[in-house]
């Protein structure tokens, strides 16, 4: 296995707030003091831990292609950085392309990592294909290997037209590019892609979607995705991992976790007048998300989930809404997909029902 993780947990320690840049700041011998006084009395702290991910238990094949998903301070953030030997986790065992975790500085040299805001470790003064060069020559790379794999890598990414533009002159998507064309200069055995669609167009969207399955497909990578966009994911994915607030929520292939919904239906309603309903939505309602849309229309985007096992379910849902004045300009009733999965444990976890 390329990844095996077993109960991996991490908990950050809590933090006494800081006072830099008030009143308030410590500075001189009494900042040493402070210092001195928290070292040897960890309780110091005024913030509790962060349990940031508990119980992990995961393992992912050699060119399997393996989806992270989850909401914001579901944990997300916290596995990657354990997979890219960039943290080390409070407990639990496990490797990495045949590495311990506890080796984290191995653990670097097996993986290629691209982040969200990793355009921002680029050389700014230097130009697309500069920086390619200057970091396959960082890492030990052949001048003429790197020149290879640079070239092949910019061709890859549809940046050989802009190669010669210093960083400085790319549109964020661009230098999201580059530093995905960064990753491709090392065969590794992993790739960790934390949310590498953003900032990109459609056009290359789909580009690199199509990129990411051949290095899995071609070169035999196995590749860890992780980003917002669950429809994405599901298109490339083995199978994916769900997160909710530090736990594991669903482990799985697309058409497993999907098959959690099979007795659900999903109705997508545009509505305009009443802003919502007083009464209670209809005994087949399981969940109600209600998002005001942007603009001068009075707009309101419903997503209703319905029982799919009792009949007139859509028809009780379209009369509980017109009670309250609402009035229908859109619906569409559709089969749950893997964002729908998503969103369901997400609202779990939070105790909510509706929204």
């Known amino acids: 296995?390329?990844?095996?993780?077993?109960?991996?947990?991490?908990?950050y320690p809590g933090r006494a707030p800081s006072l830099r840049g008030t009143k308030l700041e410590i500075q001189g011998p009494a900042l040493w003091i402070r210092n001195a006084l928290q070292a040897v009395r960890p309780t110091a702290a005024t913030t509790p831990p962060v349990a940031a991910l508990a119980n992990c238990t995961l393992s992912v094949a050699p060119g399997e292609i393996f989806g992270i998903l989850g909401p914001n301070g579901s944990g997300k953030t916290t596995l990657i950085k354990i997979?890219?030997?960039?943290?080390?986790?409070?407990?639990?065992?496990?490797?990495?392309?045949?590495?311990?975790?506890?080796?984290?500085?191995?653990?670097?040299?097996?993986?290629?990592?691209?982040?969200?805001t990793g355009w921002m470790g680029l050389e700014w003064a230097l130009t697309a294909e500069e920086n390619l060069h200057f970091f396959a020559r960082l890492s030990g790379m052949p001048t003429a290997l790197a020149k290879h794999r640079?070239?092949?890598?910019?061709?890859?990414?549809?940046?050989w037209a802009d190669r010669a533009k210093s960083v400085s002159a790319l549109s964020n998507g661009m230098?999201?590019?580059?530093?995905?064309?960064?990753?491709?200069?090392?065969?590794?055995?992993?790739?960790?892609?934390?949310?590498?669609?953003?900032?990109?167009?459609?056009?290359?969207?789909?580009?690199?979607?199509?990129?990411?399955?051949?290095?899995?497909?071609?070169?035999?990578?196995?590749?860890?995705i992780s980003d917002h966009d669950a429809e994405a994911v599901a298109t490339l994915a083995d199978r994916v991992l769900l997160l909710a607030q530090g736990q594991v929520a669903g482990y799985g292939t697309v058409t497993d976790l999907v098959e959690r919904l099979r007795d659900r239906r999903i109705v997508d309603l545009i509505t305009t007048g009443a802003s919502a309903p007083d009464a209670v939505p209809p005994a087949a309602v399981s969940r109600v998300v209600r998002r005001p849309r942007p603009g001068p229309l009075g707009q309101v985007q419903w997503q209703v989930t319905v029982d799919a096992r009792q009949s007139g379910a859509l028809m009780e849902v379209i009369a509980w809404l017109e009670r309250a004045g609402v009035t229908i300009t859109e619906l569409t009733e559709r089969a749950p997909s893997l964002q729908d999965v998503l969103a369901d444990e997400a609202l779990s976890a939070a105790g909510q029902v509706t929204a």
């Open 83 to 116: 997979l890219a030997g960039l943290i080390r986790p409070t407990a639990g065992v496990g490797q990495v392309a045949g590495v311990p975790l506890a080796e984290t500085r191995a653990i670097r040299r097996q993986v290629s990592y691209v982040s969200t």
């Open 175 to 224: 230098r999201q590019r580059v530093i995905m064309a960064r990753a491709l200069l090392w065969h590794t055995p992993m790739v960790l892609l934390d949310e590498p669609l953003v900032g990109l167009d459609p056009h290359h969207r789909h580009a690199l979607l199509q990129l990411i399955e051949g290095l899995a497909r071609e070169r035999g990578q196995t590749v860890v």
């Open 150 to 159: 640079s070239d092949e890598a910019l061709r890859a990414l549809d940046l």
């Open 1 to 11: 296995m390329t990844i095996q993780l077993q109960g991996v947990r991490k908990v």
